[in-house]
């Protein structure tokens, strides 16, 4: 009886098989940048509802690429927005407070929505901002 | 109680910013197949919404699915609880007990009558009457009568709650029925799995917040959003099934390759759920992916099914073991059984490789 080590097994995890299914999100991507650019849509894709295997992911990733920007964003655990090779798309990670990842999307935008301050914010920190000077004015 | 309370406020009391609540509201879109653009329509209208009340019993159940909700990693039960809903009612969870319990649980059924939410984990029995499970002294089927009167909606949680489940497996000696067996005047969905996904239920409830509406259900009243597709759709195996590469036991070369389990009895094919995305444990898997075929838990009635190893393709026979049993009575059922497990202990000594038939009763 051969022992252990002389038996040929070959394990194939599910993070080295390549499905293919990578090449259809790619093609997505093409014509959610041509929407963008034609009409000024904006589109994302949600990565994980895909069945993508981690071959796929690292593919993608691979023929994603890397572009100048990365934001670092912190509320409730922190998100990394990184643009990719091809300006307009972005790869966005969002965790959670205890860094495990809550969501994981393609977003094509000039700017992703979530950097974006709302009306409402802006409002708020020129109100604060406003009295912090006349706190300074009154102070002096 | 204080109900004037949004989410908003709430939010702002805890300094959770706009921001956060983006994501939050992202991690919901993305459970519910929604577009992920949906999250800022869905983080406007829920900052908005009130806390809804929610009651929630649980019956003739093994508290699996409450092990499932409070172990879900996001959104947490600490943030479901405190932020999304008031939960008035859970016996497993409340710190008061007897009649101090049932008070409150009447309490919040008088004050929101007709505006809270109604969760049910469990079968309802219905054998004498219900007596076969029964809280402060009275039947669940009397409770789930009373409760459902004053819900908005019910969320039957869980296989049991939804379907019978294991309680109503042959040959069901408490009379197990769905709560939909029971409730037939109040919107219901059910949330099967045993036990369900745990974030499903806070995607329900999101959603019943942003739109006032409940997701659209599928013939068998599940959400379509988790519910729509089945394992099988949604397998990273399922490349291996469309080019015909099965593994044929679970040690063999096709179960090293990571090849489809279909020939294995894997249920994957007629079982709809979204495992195979949401996946389990933190997302880190789901059993397909640890080398087990789907068994098929958010199905009506998967306990009797005819074998979690029998391929969907080989024909289900619980009849003839049925009538085999009836016919020449329990003592054959047994002499099966001995004889199956000497032909698993036989293939174990002389170290064969376990066969289809061996795992098969």
């Known amino acids: ?30 014509g959610m940048l041509k929407r963008l650019l034609d009409d000024g849509i904006e589109g994302s894709i949600d990565l994980r509802g895909l069945a993508l295997s981690g071959a796929d992911r690292v593919w993608l990733e691979k023929q994603l690429g890397r572009g100048e920007v990365e934001i670092m964003l912190e509320a409730g655990g922190w998100s990394v927005l990184t643009e990719t090779a091809y300006p307009g798309v972005w790869k966005v990670m969002h965790r959670d407070d205890r860094d495990r990842v809550v969501a994981e999307l393609i ?16 409002k708020k920190g020129h109100e604060s901002l406003l009295l912090n000077l006349k706190a300074k004015t009154a102070g002096v | 109680m204080e109900r ?11 300094g959770m910013s706009r921001r956060t609540f983006i994501k939050y509201c992202a991690s919901l879109a993305s459970l519910m197949a929604l577009p992920p653009s ?12 009130k806390r809804p009340s929610v009651i929630w019993l649980p019956f003739q159940e093994c508290t699996g699915c409450t092990e499932s909700i409070t172990r879900s990693h996001s959104p947490s039960i600490e943030g479901m609880i405190f932020d999304m809903i008031s939960l008035d009612y859970q016996e497993t969870l409340m710190a008061a007990a007897g009649h101090q319990a049932e008070e409150a649980l009447h309490a919040a059924m008088k004050e929101n009558y007709g505006k809270y939410v109604l969760i049910i984990d469990g079968s309802v029995a219905t054998g004498l009457d219900g007596a076969y499970s029964c809280i402060a002294g009275r039947s669940n089927l009397e409770s789930l009568k009373e409760a459902a009167k004053g819900a908005a909606a019910i969320i039957a949680l869980g296989s049991c709650a939804s379907f019978g489940g294991i309680p109503k497996a042959n040959p069901n000696p408490t009379g197990a029925v769905a709560v939909s067996d029971i409730i037939k005047d109040k919107p219901i969905v059910n949330i099967p799995g045993c036990p369900p996904i745990p974030v499903v239920i806070t995607g329900v409830l999101a959603q019943f917040l942003t739109f006032g509406t409940l997701p659209e259900l599928d013939k068998l009243g599940r959400p379509k959003a988790v519910y729509g597709e089945t394992i099988h ?13 099965f593994a044929k036991t679970f040690d063999d070369e096709g179960a090293r390759q990571g090849w489809c389990l279909f020939e294995l009895g894997c249920k994957g094919p007629v079982t709809y759920n979204a495992c195979a995305t949401t996946k389990w444990n933190d997302s880190t898997s789901f059993p397909i992916e640890s080398g087990h075929g789907c068994i098929g838990c958010s199905e009506p009635d998967f306990w009797d099914a005819g074998g979690f190893y029998k391929a969907l393709s080989m024909p289900a026979d619980p009849l003839k ?5 009836a016919v020449a009575g329990a003592a054959v059922g ?5 004889a199956n497990r000497a032909k698993k202990g036989a293939a174990k000594s002389a170290h064969e490789t376990t066969k289809l038939e061996d795992l098969e009763k």
């Open chain 1, 1 to 30: 009886m051969p022992s252990i080590d002389q038996i040929p097994i070959s394990i194939v995890s599910p993070d080295e098989m390549l499905t293919g299914q990578a090449d259809a999100v790619l093609t997505e991507i093409a």
């Open chain 2, 233 to 245: 759709d949604r397998c990273y195996r399922r490349p291996f099934y469309d080019q015909g590469k």
């Open chain 2, 321 to 325: 073991m049925a009538a085999t049993a």
């Open chain 2, 334 to 338: 047994v002499a099966i059984s001995f």
């Open chain 2, 38 to 49: 949906a999250a800022y329509a869905m983080a406007e209208a829920l900052g908005k919404a």
């Open chain 2, 4 to 14: 004037s309370d949004t989410l908003q406020e709430k939010m702002e009391q805890n």
């Open chain 1, 107 to 122: 977003e094509v935008a000039f700017v992703p929505a979530i950097i974006r301050p709302d009306n409402g914010d802006v």
